[in-house]
């Protein structure tokens, strides 16, 4: 078992920045996926992006390349999605989702989840 909570969302502006908390904790991470995922009232869950934990090898969806960036913290068993030039269309709760073994892009693919945090960009 894998225990996540997310953490950092708000009400932020057009072009501000926000980094964005995921604690993990439980069973070994070894192996272990933790991703993003992003979900927009009315629409499907998005992937957001993905880190490896044992090798920190990261990938992003194309519409944050350049805006979104991943990293871990080993010490603290802490995931961050750090944003940058926000704009409206990234408003949506994020989640923190977390698998073994392989990487994925489908949400459906995830065993572990975190409660969400709401990111909201103002106009």
């Known amino acids: 078992q894998v225990q996540l909570v997310e953490s950092g969302g708000g009400l932020v502006q057009t072009g501000d920045s926000l980094r964005l908390s995921c604690a993990a904790s439980?069973?070994?991470?070894?192996?272990?996926?933790i991703s993003w995922f992003r979900q927009a009232p009315g629409k499907e869950r998005e992937f957001v992006g993905t880190i490896h934990w044992d090798g920190g090898s990261t990938y992003y969806v194309d519409s944050v390349k350049g805006r979104f960036t991943i990293s871990r913290d080993g010490a603290k068993n802490g995931v961050y999605l750090q944003m940058s030039s926000l704009q409206p269309a990234d408003t949506a709760v994020y989640y923190c989702a977390a698998k073994y073994y392989t990487a994925s892009t489908n949400y459906g693919n995830y065993d572990y989840w975190g409660q969400g945090t709401q990111v909201t960009v103002s106009s």
């Open positions: 439980g069973r070994t991470f070894s192996n272990l996926y």
